[in-house]
């Protein structure tokens, strides 16, 4: 009986020294699996998503105005944008082309369809392959110390710099208090 023991302890062992590996990545597997299996509320994935995709104009010209407010001189500042195009989105697609060609007669097909993606609970999405922020036209801005040339003239620097504006199109003015 206990030579019976020692011989089934003796092949477990030779059996873990063999196999440990194998059954130590199994295990990592389903460890790192089950970690990825923790639903996420749905209200928290669409703003997630909502925060990724849209660009917000209004936030952007209170963040750009709090940023140039902080020049010295500067005081309070209200910033203003125009823009030359907004934001795009560009979707992956499966593009197919035929094209037919006879004596006189020529015949050209195009099939364009966007990919889509299921989460598995009956909701569906386009694959989104790169979104491209806004460009911009012009910018007005409004501030207490535009009287100084200095001022303006980091103004108009900061802006163009941040925004991609050529100073032509850079309008900075006299703010009345």
Not at 20 to 30: E, T, W, Y
Request: charged share 25%; glycine share 6%; aromatic share 6%.
């Amino acid at each position: 009986m206990k030579q019976e023991r020692q011989s089934y302890q003796a092949m477990l062992l030779r059996l873990w020294e063999r196999y440990k590996f194998f059954v130590v990545a199994i295990l990592l597997g389903a460890v790192l699996t089950a970690g990825n299996l923790r639903p996420e509320s749905g209200s928290q994935k669409q703003e997630t998503k909502k925060q990724d995709e849209v660009f917000d104009l209004q936030a952007f010209q209170q963040q750009v105005a709090d940023s140039l407010s902080q020049i010295d001189g500067a005081g309070s500042v209200t910033v203003l944008l125009s823009l030359e195009t907004g934001e795009e989105s560009v979707y992956a697609a499966d593009v197919s082309e035929s094209s037919q060609a006879a004596e006189n007669n020529s015949s050209e097909s195009y099939e364009r369809s966007t990919s889509i993606l299921s989460d598995g609970s009956y909701g569906e999405a386009p694959i989104l392959i790169k979104s491209k922020y806004p460009t911009f036209r012009g910018a007005m801005i409004l501030c207490e110390g535009a009287d100084d040339d200095a001022v303006r003239l980091q103004i108009v620097h900061a802006v163009s710099a941040l925004c991609g504006i050529s100073s032509d199109h850079i309008s900075v003015s006299k703010r009345i208090q």
